[in-house]
């Protein structure tokens, strides 16, 4: 009986959470549908922090190119032939930039939000795993992406829309965002993409590279005397997660109506840490948890008490990390 | 490029270097000990600004930055040393988790300061001694950052006679060599690593007085800079002084040069590229320490 019933759980969770827009009001659904966006990012840092043991603290750099990539597609649907956004206009440009022609098709848009994080992260891995440098280094280099690639972006306002970020969606693929029934497919969009995404991972991390992901994280060079290269194990994960990153960021710009510097910085992705190290970072159903549990208690708290949440954010990662190293899952765990 | 131009950026560089240097070396000497970085740092050089604020309000008049910096040194470091017991020395075996333990501490400190003293930060006026500057051929070089960087040369030199001459010094390079080995030979690792803990919170401490005479101290007035330290600890190498200030050196030296050409922040992003570069060629950094262990 309860065996059939831990087996029919999940099911009847996934049901819940697609009749969800059914039961919800428009603002709750779009909310939770954000924060399953940010759920895809999670599950991603379960696999590279949890079970590779790579700490990443720049995954907003990847959520942000996912973002800006559906976002600069969003911008270009509208315009007349030969017109540019209206933000350019405003900064004084007169032509499109080359890079951002190709956006114009909604195709090429939807496969650089994926492609794009996943060779950047895979690349940025490479370049400092092939040395052998520590984990330490690569949390800290990390950071520095997310920084620069922020203030980059800050900077660069005639071309990235500055501080502001890209807003004012209209229309996708001939949708028009205001229709809540295209909300509701978005929904399910997501929800889909998350489940595809839990699945592919829990595949992942029972196979033979999930195992030599883990053997990597705890004794990496008694992995190479057994005659493994540890760093394409890391690299693929790594790439993996920015890919999962940058369409959870897709996912989440095109349910909040914009993307800005504001989501991507340094802040923004040590908060991406905190969902999962609350969640529990080596467990996937954990992972989506803490996501949803965070997101919801900083929505609750800061539309209350504003200043209180850097209090509460900080907190909860000294508690998390020195008294509950794996989170709401290892709670679970303890008390079954 | 003039020759002007090229002079005044050399100079900000060695200035930017020197606050670097002040910021990092902390952080590269607990580092080399226990292999763990301090993600509060920064806000140890928040600290040291709104201390060195306060006390110009107790201590008006010339002296007053004079005060301000053993104030603010004494300060960050007892800040440090509750992080570092009650904290770091819990977490020191998971690095990666003492990382993002030390951020909740860093963004307590922060929000607290906001409170305290509000988001838009507060103004230390630098004493007359120190307004002006030296004129050096068309080039003027403020007194203020030249203070600044003789102060980063006293720390160092400080630093360096500590380390060279004293028996905490030997205690710490014995420690930063083989800590297994220290502790057996009964050297006592954990007051080595408050002590070193604490020194280098104070020099962040002192370091955010310096700060505080470039510009306003705001509660993240600490982000700005040690990012970039953290850079200079992974490029310097494991724990070494020697390493710290050369890489602390060719940081600030590079991205003031790369003014010259591109805007702040593309020269911000050309410096992560650089330093990603670097340790292609070095990934051990400009000091390497020699060691037999195979899991350094």
Known sequence: MRKALCRAGPWALLAAGAAMPLVLSDYSTNLLARFLALGIVALGMVLTWGHGGILSLGQGVFFGLGGYAVAMHIKLTDLAAGEIPDFMVWSGRTALPLWWAPFQSGLFAVAAALVVPALVGAGFAWAVFHRRVSGTYFSLITQALALAFATLIISRQDVTGGFNGLTNFTTLFGFSFSDPAFAHGLYWLTLGCLVLAYAGLRWLLGSRFGMLLRAGRDGENRVRFLGYDPVPFKVVAFGVAAMLSGLGGALFTLHAGVISPAMIGVVPSIEMVVWVAIGGRLSLPGAIVGALVVNLARDAISSVFPAAWPYAMGLAFVLAVTLFPQGLAGLRKARA | ?296
């Open chain 2, 1 to 296: 490029m003039s020759a002007a131009l090229l002079l005044t950026q050399l100079f900000n560089g060695a200035s930017l270097a020197s606050l670097y240097l002040l910021a990092a070396l902390g952080l590269a000497l607990s580092f080399g000990l226990m292999r763990v970085i301090n993600m509060a740092h920064g806000e140890m050089l928040m600290l040291g600004g709104y201390l060195a604020f306060l006390t110009l309000q107790v201590v008006p008049g010339v002296l007053g930055i004079i005060v301000a910096m053993p104030v603010a040194f004494v300060g960050a470091a007892a800040v440090g040393a509750v992080v570092q017991g009650a904290l770091v020395r819990r977490l020191a075996a998971r690095p990666l988790d003492t990382l993002l333990a030390t951020w909740g501490v860093s963004l307590i400190l922060q929000q607290g300061a906001r409170d305290l003293f509000g988001a838009v930060g507060v103004e230390v006026r630098a004493p007359e001694w120190l307004s002006g500057g030296v004129a050096l051929g068309a080039v003027v070089l403020p007194t203020t950052r030249l203070f600044i960087i003789g102060v980063a040369l006293v720390v160092l030199g400080a630093l360096a006679l500590v380390l060279r001459h004293s028996r905490i010094g030997l205690l710490v390079r014995a420690v930063n060599q083989d800590r297994m080995m220290a502790s057996a030979c009964g050297i006592d690792v954990g007051r080595v690593d408050m002590t070193v803990f604490c020194l280098g919170s104070g020099i962040a401490g002192l370091a955010g007085v310096m700060l505080a005479l470039l510009g306003p101290v705001t509660p993240n007035v600490g982000q700005g800079y040690i990012i970039p330290a953290f850079l200079v600890v992974v490029m310097g190498g494991l724990g070494s002084i020697v390493g710290t200030c050369v890489a602390a050196l060719v940081l600030g030296l590079f991205l003031a040069l790369a003014q010259v050409f591109v805007d702040v922040s593309v020269a911000q992003m050309l410096m992560l590229v650089f330093v990603v570069l670097f340790i292609q060629v070095r990934p051990q950094g400009v000091v390497a320490v020699k060691t037999r262990a195979l899991d350094a």
